[in-house]
Nanobody, 122 residues
Framework: QVQLVESGGGTVQPGESLRLSCAVS????????MSWVRQAPGKEAEWISA????????WYADSVKGRFTISRDNDKNTLYLQMDALKLEDTGVYYC???????????????WGQGTQVTVSS
């Protein structure tokens, strides 16, 4: 079965950084697009980034462009999200997801992991 296990979340102050990881198993990782999705309490899920199978093409939502970097290590079956210059509005649960995405077409919820909490608080 497909398993996506996020880690690396925590509580930080504005301007600080976090690095999220997603350990993947159950499918051929290097042939799949991967995405990150986040959801704040009371809000709709927001697709924020995607990367192709080979890791040479990336996409970002305007809300995180220039601050977040998606990457992957196919030898380790791991997806990453480096988050710099964090803002209060970045607070939410961050999910690793299998599949491509866009602001209008996020990955199907059945392909998300369990999520990891990111809290940005002053």
């Amino acid at each position: 079965q497909v398993q996506l296990v996020e880690s690396g979340g925590g509580t930080v102050q504005p301007g600080e950084s976090l690095r999220l990881s997603c350990a993947v198993s159950g499918f051929t990782f290097n042939t799949h697009y991967m995405s990150w999705v986040r959801q704040a309490p009371g809000k709709e899920a927001e697709w924020i980034s995607a990367i192709n199978g080979g890791g040479d093409s990336t996409w970002y939502a305007d809300s995180v462009k220039g601050r977040f970097t998606i990457s992957r290590d196919n030898d380790k079956n791991t997806l990453y999200l480096q988050m710099d210059a964090l803002k209060l509005e970045d607070t939410g649960v961050y999910y690793c997801a299998r599949g491509p995405g866009s602001t209008t077409h996020p990955p199907r919820r059945g392909n998300w992991g369990q999520g990891t909490q990111v809290t940005v608080s002053s």
